[in-house]
């Protein structure tokens, strides 16, 4: 598998999309027609391979990512399928880091919806080529051109049609191929298509798209243009060879059309994956960090011997401890090797290699680059660890943890459940660093934080499942911020004991926006006086000091900090008493700087029967919301804006009682704003 030939048969892909897009049923048809599967699973009836967790099957939602892999035409196609709630975003992200290609699927009828859009800004993040799968457009109201276009628009994209749906009698029955300019109908019976002419009647509008596509790629190439212009024919590898160095460098989005429920469409997508997406070849070298020169170093992963692995997703494991998900970028991995962890410094030994199909593993000696593998006796790595050769040291970007915005109040309903409990906490940490958990001083209680309703129903809902703890649960609270409105300058803190004193000068801003804090050391030639990694050290206070605000105790977000000067009056360098006064200064800082309370926003998207406009209208305007844009499609009007978490507990039942239950809303996190003076005073009585 090391060879290049191997390694340009192989794709590491993803598959993204909104909530009920029909993302695993897409999965499902692959893994069937792949003959990964004798059967296809079905999400509605709880028997999709890819959701295995039980409350997966209940739901018909994906809430892990799974990994397994497939082959299709001497390809061999590793997948990972992707969570579709806003929720598991952050699981979504994880998947993206390692993936060289993504399929991005479209509700036929929705279009763009919030969670598509945010996933496929997470992959121009990581600049991870994609093509797109626009399914359900077997369904009322679908619309194939709309939904390109809407793409198009949101996403300031070039989205080409490579093939459009067929309908005879209104009822989507195959496939038009637009370069062969051939209808394929699907037999049910077979579970394969069947070659057919296009009808008369759609000859004209078949070339219309044809000549669009055409033109769309070969503008690209002189020589390809000029037999288009001769009215040549062009040949096909050579149009599929230039859509596919189109792809990769993301100037062109291939379109493929489908109703992955009727398995139309889906042969197609899988033809446009070893087509159009990349080979882990195509995406070398890749950029990391050496951490003993602090210097970026190029990665070229068709000719490194050298082992290379990044992990990405760590599950918990009865048997195994827990089992580390991780890539393999360059060299090979076998049984009992030793590695090096470039994150926690430690060496680490391979007990087991698996290869992974949803929550079923098949053991293997060894592994080559490219793969996408399960590790079992890893004892000090996390998630976002660089794993490489002793002696090779390499690391790869983290990722970013986002911040909970909501949290709740737990206990178990036996005394004796508690230690249990702190352990099943401090698992599913490991497994989602999105969640974090820490016991309340002043009421003793356990407070778990996370993305969201469901995120922490789910946590409650595996406490009880899969640890036995019966749990007394509060009412969902908003995760608040603090920050602070006003510059603090030349602010002294001081520490003194019978060792010596030690002063620390800081000037303290706000920064423009209420995503991190910032901490800057700008102390002159004293700088060097000072021994190696101390003022790394005393950084790391600061950032640590900034975890907790001076009016209730939330985060802080949103400050800078400059430190001065650092004054010591003693023989040697008392860090201790450095960091007391850089505490010190921090919090004097703060108290002058008028710290403020953030609440969450949250971005919304309703979708409601015209009939019931008025009252969902009415009913969020009530909420506090910033109504933004109304859009009409159809008999739907879809609200968009921004909304106070703290008022949309619960708004979803509220929602489906105003419209009969034919109204939806789509929540994600925007962004941290200062409460009102009046709401600020509330919460700290409150609190």
């Not at 993302?23 to 009836?45: H, Q, S, W």
Request: hydrophobic content about 40%; overall charge negative; glycine content about 6%.
């Amino acid at each position: 598998m090391s060879s290049e030939i191997a390694f340009t048969q192989i794709r590491n892909i993803g598959f993204i999309a909104h909530i009920d897009a029909g993302k695993t049923t897409t999965t499902e048809r692959v893994l069937f027609f792949t003959g990964k599967t004798y059967k296809i699973g079905e999400v509605d009836y709880g028997t999709a391979q890819m959701d295995w967790m039980e409350q997966e099957r209940e739901r018909g939602i994906t809430i892990q990512s799974a990994v397994t892999s497939a082959y299709w035409k001497e390809h061999q196609i590793n997948i990972i399928d992707t969570p579709g709630h806003v929720d598991f975003t952050l699981e979504v992200e994880k998947a993206i880091k390692v993936l060289d290609g993504l399929v991005v699927i479209f509700d036929g009828v929705a279009g763009v919806q919030p969670q598509s859009e945010t996933v496929w800004h997470q992959a121009d993040r990581f600049h991870v080529p994609r093509i797109v799968f626009i399914n359900k457009l077997d369904r009322p109201g679908a619309d194939y051109d709309f939904a390109i276009k809407d793409i198009e628009n949101k996403f300031e994209v070039k989205a080409i049609a490579l093939n459009i749906p067929y309908y005879d009698d209104g009822v989507m029955k195959g496939i038009i191929d637009l370069y062969n300019k051939r209808l394929l109908l699907w037999d049910n019976e077979k579970l394969e298509y069947e070659e057919k002419s296009i009808p008369q009647g759609l000859l004209d509008e078949v070339e219309t798209h044809r000549n669009i596509m055409l033109e769309t790629i070969v503008e690209h190439d002189e020589e390809l243009m000029a037999l288009y212009l001769d009215n040549e024919e062009i040949p096909h590898d050579r149009l599929i060879g230039l859509l596919r160095k189109l792809v990769l460098s993301q100037e062109v989005i291939p379109v493929f059309c489908g109703a992955s429920l009727k398995n139309l469409g889906v042969h197609q997508l899988l033809d446009g994956i070893i087509n159009y997406l990349p080979s882990p070849l195509d995406n070398s070298p890749i950029t990391g960090i050496n951490p003993t020169k602090d210097e970026k170093v190029l990665i070229d992963i068709g000719t490194e011997d050298h082992f290379l692995g990044y992990v990405f997703k760590i599950l918990k494991d009865p048997f195994l401890d827990k089992l580390s998900y991780v890539r393999i970028y360059s060299g090979s991995l076998k049984e009992g090797q030793h590695i090096f962890n470039d994150v926690s410094r430690k060496k680490e030994r391979i007990a087991k290699i698996f290869l992974i199909h949803a929550n079923h593993r098949v053991e293997v000696k060894e592994i080559g680059p490219g793969s996408i593998v399960g590790i079992a006796g890893l004892k000090f790595t996390q998630t976002g660890d660089t794993l490489s050769t002793p002696g090779f040291p390499l690391m790869l970007e983290r990722l970013e943890t986002p911040n909970p915005v909501i949290s709740l109040a737990i206990e178990p309903r036996s005394t004796k459940g508690y230690t249990k409990l702190l352990e099943a906490l401090t698992n599913f940490e490991i497994e989602d660093p999105s969640l974090k958990f820490n016991e309340s001083k002043e009421t003793g209680q356990l407070i778990i934080y996370g993305m969201g309703e469901l995120h922490l129903e789910i946590i409650i809902d595996r406490l009880k499942r899969e640890y036995k703890i019966e749990i007394n649960a509060g009412e969902p609270r908003v995760s608040y911020r603090e920050s602070i409105s006003e510059s603090s300058a030349d602010t002294k803190g001081i520490a003194e004991n019978e060792l010596g004193k030690a002063e620390v000068l800081i000037n303290m801003s706000p920064l423009r926006s209420f995503d991190k804090n910032e901490v800057h050391i700008k102390i002159g030639e004293k700088a060097s006086t000072f021994p190696r990694n101390f003022l790394a050290d005393i950084k790391n206070t600061a950032e640590n000091v900034l975890n907790i605000g001076i009016l209730s105790g939330y985060q802080l977000l949103g400050v800078n900090i400059l430190i001065k000067d650092i004054e010591v009056v003693q023989e040697n360098y008392n860090v201790v008493l450095i960091k007391m006064a850089l505490s010190d200064a921090i919090r004097n800082a703060l108290e002058n700087g008028k710290p403020v309370i953030l609440e969450p926003y949250m971005k919304f998207e309703i979708y409601t029967p015209e009939d019931y406009f008025g009252d969902v209208f009415s009913s969020i305007n009530s909420k506090g919301a910033n109504i933004d844009d109304v859009i009409i499609k159809g008999n739907i009007k879809i609200l968009k804006g921004k909304v106070p978490l703290s008022k949309m507990f619960k708004y979803t039942t509220t929602l489906r009682s105003l419209t009969q239950g034919r109204g939806n809303i789509n929540l994600e996190f925007e962004e941290f704003i200062p409460v009102s003076p009046e709401e600020q005073k509330r919460l700290l009585q409150l609190y």
